[in-house]
């Protein structure tokens, strides 16, 4: 069982910058591969971006290509996004996921453990 808790949103003007954490009970973190989702009023959850166990390999959503980091902690068992040159369209809620999966995954499907959303919202 894993528990995720994320912090870090807030309000930015855009162009701004902010880094979200997800903290992880458990001592099972480091097995399992992370993942950012958003959700914007309206719209499906979409991927963000993921990592694996090792930190060693990252995957992002061409939306956020170049923008926005994910890494990872183990020995804080945290991950981040840090996320720069915000847009208004990346307004939404943010959540952090855990997979056992050993690879890199974007399915919202193959994650088993969510957080509870923290809200960025960027003004124009």
């Known amino acids: 069982q894993v528990q995720l808790v994320e912090s870090g949103g807030g309000l930015v003007q855009a162009g701004g910058s902010l880094r979200l954490s997800c903290a992880a009970?458990?001592?099972t973190f480091s097995s399992n591969a992370m993942g950012w989702f958003r959700q914007a009023p309206g719209k499906e959850r979409e991927f963000v971006a993921a990592v694996?166990?090792?930190g060693v390999i990252t995957y992002y959503a061409d939306?956020?290509?170049g923008r926005f980091t994910i890494s990872r902690d183990?020995?804080?068992n945290t991950v981040y996004l840090q996320m720069n040159s915000l847009k208004p369209e990346d307004t939404a809620v943010y959540y952090c996921a855990a997979?056992?999966?050993p690879g890199i995954v974007r399915r919202t499907i193959e994650?088993?453990?969510w957080g509870q959303g923290t809200q960025v919202t960027v003004s124009s």
Do not use: C, L, M
């Open 52 to 54: 694996s166990r090792s």
């Open 63 to 65: 939306s956020v290509k």
């Open 99 to 101: 997979t056992p999966s």
């Open 74 to 76: 183990n020995a804080k």
């Open 111 to 113: 994650y088993d453990y």
């Open 25 to 27: 009970s458990g001592r």
